[in-house]
């Protein structure tokens, strides 16, 4: 303890400097390799395809006859049909689908194209008279009934993410503007898909205008692992179907997950995510939310429209509004991004480039940074601010001078000195994953950079590979790649001939690490390995396998070469032999061998629920490790995917204090000791036993704050396990959290504002 302790000194210092169905009848096509679903042309002779006024209120308006889209679906006229709409669609000069539509969906039931994987593109036009709020979400879903009522589709909207949402703002002078968008799905032969159009926005009225869709054939059936996201709760619709810019927090207080939703209209949402259940719904009078922050007594601050903040306490379910946090008549603009600050204060940005403090305790504001005080600076040709603040370029020459590997260094010493391994049956029990960071888009570096498409913001990635010791509840090796390089078999072979471990290891990883290559290094290292397969290809391709459970041995000759002679023998010996090609990476089979490499190990089977399965691989032996410890053990490997959302969000790897990649590797290196250091502090804590239904354990977000005071020299050493101790939360299995992506703002200083 004395050691970690002084490291974590050591890096206190580093720091410092861190800051269904209508049947048709005709059969469906074979499968093709083009199709298109035309929604105009059929109909071009009408005004309208949908409406719901009668043939006498519309006049001369001629509107396509009730139920005749099924009609001719049915009889394989059209490869589609309507299958529900809210609102009207009216046909413009023959050529597009003008969509009028609430907060609701219009669907197109249609046949698959064949079997396979199909690009999608979905044509529309943008209109540069709409409202520059307003989007359209598309999604394609299994049609599994004879027929949907509006109510029935938005419940499947809700329970499923759209992979599309665009703009139905035209910038161009043009009035409408042809537009495309395309996405990979992957189709059935015979069976029936659900084309769904959402208004995704809380605005009363949304125009989209629709032309066709085209598909193209691009590669063997392929469905997603998990094409339906759980959602238990239904309330709300405004708030739990889509909403802008994703302003939203989750935090927790007393031992509960909260999510705390802000939408347009001047709304927030609260709700429990241990019970799922909303638990207060409020007025903010923020018409367009724009910044959220909480603080440590779990008080959320909300900013927007408006120069006040609302606060709501979760702890009391109260609202309050804060002064208002103009300085000085100062042009303000609206309150975005914010943060709550380790000295209590909340710093909000303003979209005129002010900075400004406010003291929730005084109820005042304070300006850090004046946007106006910028014309008295000079800059140089290196664009470096001089005279007044020419401390920032010093600080960051200083950081400069700190290389990443520094910190990898110290990550190392520091776990290396305070790990002291527990084991099961002898092994140690490490876990492997992999995980994108996202930081400010960076132009300059395309190896990061993702450029936005149909109107989303670019984005940067870093990618985290991490070994972790699951029994430890410790990070024991990372490796940081570039998003657009990033190669995780590659990561995982790295930091396992680099691994220092001395005592038998099982590694548990989840798909996509199961390559022959992996495999054997992890073998040749003299470590087991317990892998998660892909049902649908990778090892299992080419390999006979039983049905229902089993607990199979697998022997495979690996070979390069492809003669007459070896494929007599796959003739020969079914599933024996291996072919690998030149692209697949082997390191003890080079291209152009002529030897066969021997590779064995065990293929089980086993059910985890009613309707599912799970598929493993591993080296482990049968009569030590049979099915249901194997079943045993893979669980055990979630804890690592709990340690990333404490990474994330508790030490906090989801928001970087730096743009630089080299800097930001620095950040997550400080970010790993820091979360090894509370974990092995809250390791020493004992708990006494309460009274009660449940069992207790330390409050990681409480200890991480903890120790946090005792790094700045607040908290003494003997006085740190006391306080952690008298932090502690219940234990409630079957508790589950889903996060969604937002987009990620540069959470820099002060310093870096110009």
Aim: glycine letters at 6%.
């Amino acid at each position: 303890m004395e050691k970690a302790y002084k490291y974590l000194k050591i890096l206190l210092l580093v720091l410092c400097l861190l800051q269904g169905v209508f049947v048709p009848s005709i059969a469906t096509a074979a499968t093709a390799t083009s199709a298109t679903y035309d929604f105009v042309k059929p109909y071009k002779s009408y005004s309208y395809l949908s409406h719901w006024k009668s043939d006498e209120a519309l006049g001369n308006s001629k509107k396509v006859p009730n139920g005749q889209t099924a009609i001719d679906y049915a009889s394989g006229k059209n490869n589609w049909m309507l299958e529900t709409c809210s609102g009207y669609i009216s046909i413009m000069s023959g050529t597009r689908l003008a969509i009028n539509m609430g907060k609701a969906c219009t669907v197109f039931r249609i046949q698959s194209p064949g079997t396979g994987n199909y690009e999608v593109t979905i044509n529309y036009c943008a209109y540069n008279a709409s409202n520059a709020n307003t989007a359209v979400e598309y999604l394609i879903l299994p049609a599994e009934k004879s027929s949907y009522t509006q109510e029935e589709v938005l419940d499947l909207v809700s329970q499923n993410r759209a992979p599309l949402r665009v703009s139905c703002k035209n910038e161009s002078t043009a009035t409408f503007k042809d537009m495309s968008v395309s996405m990979e799905y992957s189709f059935q032969e015979g069976e029936e898909y659900l084309f769904i159009v959402y208004n995704g926005n809380v605005s009363d009225t949304i125009v989209s205008y629709l032309r066709n869709l085209s598909m193209k054939w691009i590669g063997e059936y392929n469905p997603p692992e998990s094409e339906k996201v759980a959602q238990p709760v239904t309330v709300l619709e405004e708030a739990l179907h889509r909403w802008e810019d994703d302003y939203s927090i989750v935090t927790e207080v007393n031992g509960y997950d909260y999510f705390a939703l802000p939408i347009y209209g001047g709304k927030m949402y609260i709700f429990n995510l241990d019970t799922w259940q909303l638990i207060d719904e409020v007025n903010t009078g923020i018409d367009v939310p724009r910044g959220i922050t909480v603080d440590d007594n779990g008080v959320i601050y909300l900013g927007g429209t408006g120069y006040s903040l609302f606060t709501y306490d979760l702890n009391t379910n109260k609202t309050g509004i804060t002064s208002r946090l103009n300085i000085n008549s100062v042009s303000m603009g609206s309150l975005y991004d914010m943060t709550y600050g380790e000295d209590g204060n909340v710093y909000v940005g303003t979209d005129k480039g002010h900075v400004i403090q406010y003291n929730p305790i005084t109820d005042t504001p304070t300006a850090v940074f004046l946007n106006d005080a910028l014309k008295d600076y000079k800059f140089d040709g290196d664009k470096k601010i001089q005279g007044t603040v020419g401390y920032v370029s010093a600080l960051v020459q200083q950081r400069s001078k700190i290389l990443p590997e520094a910190l990898e260094h110290l990550f190392h010493k520091f776990t290396d000195c305070c790990h002291r391994p527990k084991l099961y049956k002898g092994y140690r029990l490490l876990a492997v994953d992999g995980s994108d960071l996202q930081f400010t888009p960076d132009p300059n570096d395309p190896l990061c950079y993702f450029p936005g498409v149909n109107g989303q913001k670019p984005y940067s990635f870093l990618h985290l590979n991490a070994l972790y010791d699951l029994n430890s509840n410790l990070y024991l090796d990372a490796v940081i790649q570039k998003r657009r390089a990033a190669n995780e078999n590659a990561a995982l072979v790295n930091m396992v001939e680099r691994s220092r471990i001395s005592e038998p290891v099982i590694l548990t990883a989840d798909r996509g690490y199961e390559s022959y290559n992996t495999l054997e290094h992890i073998a040749r290292r003299g470590w087991k390995y317990l892998i998660r397969l892909r049902e649908s290809r990778g090892i299992l391709t080419g390999i006979s396998l039983p049905d229902g459970d089993f607990d199979i041995t697998v022997h495979l000759l690996l070979t390069r070469k492809q003669n007459k002679s070896v494929k007599e023998l796959q003739k020969q010996y079914p599933g024996k032999y291996r072919f690998l090609p030149t692209n697949v990476n082997f390191d003890y089979l080079p291209i152009g061998a002529e030897e066969f490499y021997p590779i064995s190990f065990r293929i089980v089977r086993f059910k985890i629920s009613e309707d599912s399965t799970e598929t493993l691989i591993t080296n482990l032996d049968r009569d030590t490790f049979p099915a249901d410890e194997l079943k045993y053990l893979y669980h055990l490997r979630w804890g690592i995917e709990t340690s990333f959302r404490q990474l994330k969000y508790t030490i906090g790897l989801s928001l970087f204090q730096s743009k630089k990649v080299e800097y930001i590797t620095q950040e997550i290196y400080a970010r790993l000791t820091m979360y090894n250091f509370c974990e092995l502090i809250t390791s020493h804590v004992a708990i006494q036993k309460k009274r009660g239904k449940h069992v207790y354990q330390t409050n990681f977000t409480a200890a991480v704050h903890i120790c946090k005071q005792f790094l700045r020299g607040f908290v003494s050493p003997p006085k740190v396990e006391d306080l952690i101790k008298a932090h502690v939360v219940p234990i409630r299995p079957g508790r589950s959290t889903t996060r969604r992506a937002k987009d990620i703002k540069f959470n820099g200083f002060f310093y870096r504002i110009a």
